[in-house]
């Protein structure tokens, strides 16, 4: 059945003018304000000669240097991977302690995880109510060849009455709760807390505190997306954060207009207001969604229609869920499915993944590292805990992100840089690093996919991404 989207229709216009791709010059005028404004020196974001833009480098690279610390636009964590980590949901660095990170993760594994795991944050284990934990199981841990500890171990760590040795080495930031009272997000910082807030989440939260424009269908948007597609909760923190930006602009104007006593016409002036705030995502490469989905190897190409239009389907029960929930008149065309499909679309085709490193690994190697007979003695308290944790204890925080310089990177099979995070590097930035020297002016390009794959393989996997690459390695091996 196809879908029909009223708001599609009826603003037509706007919306062909917020997909309207941004002129050389706004691209050149945009990236030059953004990289000043991260202190991101010696790259430029410059439109390459085959397609669209490309990142270039302003100055000299050596091999291994730092090309770039790239903080995303928006950004979530796998809900899947809510139950192993506990991390800032702003920043995503790791957050509470290592006692904590242990002792929620095995409270979680044993006995099936409440729908938001992270409800478990406070380190007192307050919350931990029984109805809490009847809900899915969302832990990407195998229980296979696990050992359970007693619950009375796992609740003293969790509320940090054991402190485990060496474990003060590893120091985390305190748990912040969110200021609307979701008890579903935590901070590593006040600081944190308000970005977010600003970002989106005074819109996107579910406690008492929330500015949607209902709690319940915002919840019911969540769990549709945490059953379907959690690309879903990247594009509503897009579409908030745009909102937030809009409102924020139109107080300002406001706010001049009174102060040189002019009369309040905003009128259509109200459209310009969204399309300045619509700017930073306005920047990415897009293309609808369900279009742009690459065919599962499951789908016979001869169902290749259907599917799409299922994908197109799915887009549009979530784009309902969501205009129940966080609604903005004044931003409507924001909430049609061309606009949906798009924001979608862009985060597919840019697939930029989340991955910040766990303490808790680097925790068990430094008592692996121990001399003995100390190593025996700590191993004697930490190994039951290693135990049940099982074979899983490090995993990493995992999630899907927006990164605005690292999305305008272009792919080659013999890359220049490549996406790669030092020991130092445990928040949720992109880091760039050099995979040989480079010179000043020269494209800065990564590779999409794993380039030793073979010739025809690589090819199959950049098909994703809607092209077939002619980078020198590529030429020859054709
Ligand atoms: C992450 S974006 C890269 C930035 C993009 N060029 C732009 O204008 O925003 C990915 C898209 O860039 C284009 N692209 C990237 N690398 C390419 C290559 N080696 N050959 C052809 N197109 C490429 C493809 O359209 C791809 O879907």
């Given amino acids: 059945m196809e879908v029909v989207c009223r708001i599609d229709t009826q603003f037509a216009e706007q919306i062909a003018v917020l997909l ?39 100055m000299e690279f050596e091999e291994g240097d730092l090309v770039l610390k790239d903080q995303m636009l928006v950004g979530v964590q796998h809900s899947s991977n809510k139950i192993d980590c506990l991390v800032c ?12 990170q242990i002792g929620r ?9 409440p729908k938001d795991c992270s409800d478990l944050a406070s380190s007192d284990g307050s919350d931990m109510e029984e109805d809490h934990l009847e809900s899915q199981h969302c832990s990407s841990t195998t229980s296979r060849n696990r050992f359970k500890l007693p619950i009375e171990s796992v609740e003293s760590l969790m509320n940090e009455k054991l402190t485990l040795p060496f474990s003060k080495k590893f120091p985390l930031p305190s748990v912040i709760d969110c200021p609307g009272g979701c008890k579903e997000v935590y901070y590593c910082s006040k600081l944190c807390e308000q970005a977010d807030w600003d970002l989106c989440h005074s819109i996107l939260c579910t406690g008492d505190g929330s500015k949607s424009v209902s709690k319940k269908a915002l919840s019911k948007f969540i769990e549709h997306a945490n059953d379907t597609n959690d690309i879903f909760l990247l594009a509503a923190k897009a579409i908030s954060s745009t909102i937030l930006r ?40 897009k293309r609808r969604w369900w ?3 690459a065919l599962p190897d499951d789908v016979d190409p001869s169902d290749e229609a259907a599917f799409r239009m299922q994908i197109k389907q799915l887009a549009f029960e979530s784009l309902v869920l969501l205009k129940e929930a966080i609604f903005d008149e004044e931003c409507l065309p924001l909430f049609s499915l061309e606009i949906y499909g798009h924001i979608i679309g862009m ?19 430094h008592i692996d590292d121990l001399p003995e007979p100390q190593k025996k003695e700590v191993d004697a308290i930490t190994q039951p805990f290693l135990d049940a944790l099982g074979e899983d204890y490090s995993v990493c925080c995992q999630g899907t992100a927006f990164f605005p310089l690292q999305s ?46 073979q010739f025809e393989e690589r090819q199959a996997l950049l ?6 690459c002619k980078c020198p390695k590529c030429v020859q091996e054709a």
């Fill in 347 to 365: 985060f597919e085709l840019n697939n930029l993944d989340l991955v910040v490193a766990s303490p808790v690994e680097d925790y068990f190697l």
């Fill in 408 to 453: 305008c990177m272009n792919h080659s099979c013999c890359p220049t840089a490549k996406a790669f995070k030092r020991d130092e590097d445990r928040d949720g930035q992109a880091t760039i690093i050099a995979n040989r020297p480079i010179k000043k002016g020269e494209e800065i390009t990564i590779s999409y996919i794993d380039e030793d794959l």
């Fill in 20 to 58: 309207e791709p941004p002129s050389p010059l706004q691209v050149q005028e945009y990236f030059d304000e953004l990289i000043t404004s991260k202190n991101c020196n010696g790259i430029q974001v410059k439109p390459t000669n085959a397609y669209g833009k490309g990142v270039y480098a302003d």
């Fill in 291 to 293: 279009d742009c989905i």
């Fill in 463 to 468: 098909a994703d991404y809607g092209f077939r």
């Fill in 246 to 285: 809009y409102r924020k602009l139109k107080s300002a104007h406001s706010k001049e207009k009174q102060k040189n006593k002019m009369s309040e016409v905003l009128g259509n002036h109200n459209f310009s207001l969204l399309l300045k705030a619509w700017k930073p995502l306005s920047m990415g490469y």
């Fill in 89 to 100: 949901s702003h920043c995503f660095q790791f957050i509470g302690s290592i006692e904590l």
């Fill in 105 to 113: 993760k095995l409270y979680l594994q044993d006995l099936g995880s």
